[in-house]
T-cell receptor, first 115, second 113 residues
Framework: GENVEQHPSTLSVQEGDSAVIKCTYSDSASNYFPWYKQELGKRPQLIIDIRSNVGEKKDQRIAVTLNKTAKHFSLHITETQPEDSAVYFCAASKYSAGTASKLTFGTGTRLQVTL | NAGVTQTPKFQVLKTGQSMTLQCAQDMNHNSMYWYRQDPGMGLRLIYYSASEGTTDKGEVPNGYNVSRLNKREFSLRLESAAPSQTSVYFC????????????FGNGTRLTVT
């Protein structure tokens, strides 16, 4: 089955700096890569996702890049703010229309943005 | 819309007791999932239901059973709880016919003593 590795497990940055979280996956057939943000005591919520036919996607201060050859993808957060402090999870799945999307998650990165 | 609703929010069980976690979604999604979240291990898939009437095992199904009661509801049952099942359980749903995301419920924090 799919295996997703995520690094680092913890990341501390100063407000205004950039943060990068990296994930690798094992199954070359995986084609959907979402990122979830989980605040303390809350549910995971999707912040951005990318499909395998796209190399990069941006949404304001957040961007995700995908390298299919190397089987890795990364989350980039620019101009970090205290409210970005949370645990971030990457995930991967083989999606096809009409089937369930069984996401395999990484183990999470705890991001702390300090003032 | 409430989205994905889970009950209860908290539960304490003794070893060997049984219980059912309830999940309902009002987004007309076809697929539903149960994940467990443990410190340092991310979210792991227990069971999923691609559509009403079907269920399949995920990564960590041992000790659990599920029922897809109808399109809206997907329950998770622990027949004989063990301390290793202490975890936070999340139900999620997604649309089957377009690129998902998964929409998660607020979770059930279960402690087995």
């Amino acid at each position: 089955g799919e295996n997703v590795e995520q690094h680092p497990s913890t990341l501390s940055v100063q407000e205004g700096d950039s943060a990068v979280i990296k994930c690798t996956y094992s199954d070359s057939a995986s084609n959907y890569f979402p990122w979830y943000k989980q605040e303390l005591g809350k549910r995971p919520q999707l912040i951005i996702d990318i499909r395998s036919n796209v190399g990069e996607k941006k949404d304001q201060r957040i961007a995700v890049t995908l390298n299919k050859t190397a089987k890795h993808f990364s989350l980039h957060i620019t101009e970090t703010q205290p409210e970005d402090s949370a645990v971030y999870f990457c995930a991967a799945s083989k999606y096809s229309a009409g089937t369930a999307s069984k996401l395999t998650f990484g183990t999470g990165t705890r991001l702390q943005v300090t003032l | 819309n409430a989205g994905v609703t889970q009950t209860p929010k908290f539960q304490v069980l003794k070893t060997g007791q049984s219980m059912t976690l309830q999940c309902a979604q009002d987004m007309n999604h076809n697929s539903m999932y149960w994940y467990r979240q443990d410190p340092g291990m991310g979210l792991r898939l227990i069971y999923y239901s691609a559509s009403e009437g079907t269920t399949d095992k995920g990564e960590v199904p041992n000790g659990y059973n599920v029922s897809r009661l109808n399109k809206r509801e997907f329950s998770l049952r622990l027949e004989s709880a063990a301390p290793s099942q202490t975890s936070v359980y999340f139900c999620a749903s997604s649309h089957r016919d377009r690129v998902p995301p998964l929409h998660f419920g607020n979770g059930t924090r279960l402690t087995v003593t």
